[in-house]
C-alpha cells in the first residue's frame, strides 16, 4: 500500500496551492482520509480530513475558510486546495488513510502515511 503526495512548492503570501494524493496496492474509497503537516520543530498538526462518501469534512481552525479537501473514489485520491496562504501554512503535508471509524484530527487514528510534500509559503 502506497500514498504518494504531490503538488507542492513555493509560493508568495497570498497564493494557492493544489496538492493531491494519490492511494495505490488498495481501495480506500470506503476509509476516511486526510491531510497533516510538519514543520521543522514542530509535531505534526492536522490539517483536514474527509469522509469516505466524502460528504463530511473536518478543519483545523487555522484553515477553515481558505483551505478545502475533497476526494476522488474512483480515482482513489484526495487532494487539498489552499488558497490565501500564509507563512505559517510552511510545512511538508503528508496524506494519510484512516482504515476504520469515522472522521478524525488525530494522528494516531491514522494507519496509512505517504511522504509528504514540501510547500514554501514566503513573505
Known amino acids: 500500500v502506497q500514498l504518494q503526495a504531490f503538488g507542492g512548492g513555493l509560493v508568495q503570501a497570498g497564493g494557492s496551492l493544489r496538492l493531491s494524493c494519490a492511494g495505490s496496492?488498495?481501495?480506500?474509497?470506503?476509509?476516511?482520509m486526510g491531510w497533516f503537516r510538519q514543520a521543522p520543530g514542530k509535531d505534526r498538526e492536522f490539517v483536514a480530513a474527509?469522509?469516505?462518501?466524502?460528504?463530511?469534512?473536518l478543519y483545523a481552525d487555522s484553515v477553515k475558510g481558505r483551505f478545502t479537501i475533497s476526494r476522488d473514489n474512483p480515482m482513489n485520491s484526495v487532494y487539498l486546495q489552499m488558497n490565501n496562504l500564509k507563512p505559517e501554512d510552511t510545512a511538508v503535508y503528508l496524506c494519510?488513510?484512516?482504515?476504520?471509524?469515522?472522521?478524525?484530527?488525530?494522528?494516531?487514528?491514522?494507519?496509512?502515511w505517504g511522504q509528504g510534500t514540501q510547500v514554501t509559503v514566503s513573505s
Open positions: 474527509i469522509t469516505y462518501p466524502g460528504v463530511r469534512t
Open positions: 494519510a488513510v484512516r482504515t476504520s471509524g469515522w472522521l478524525s484530527s488525530k494522528a494516531a487514528d491514522f494507519d496509512y
Open positions: 496496492g488498495r481501495s480506500f474509497s470506503n476509509n476516511a
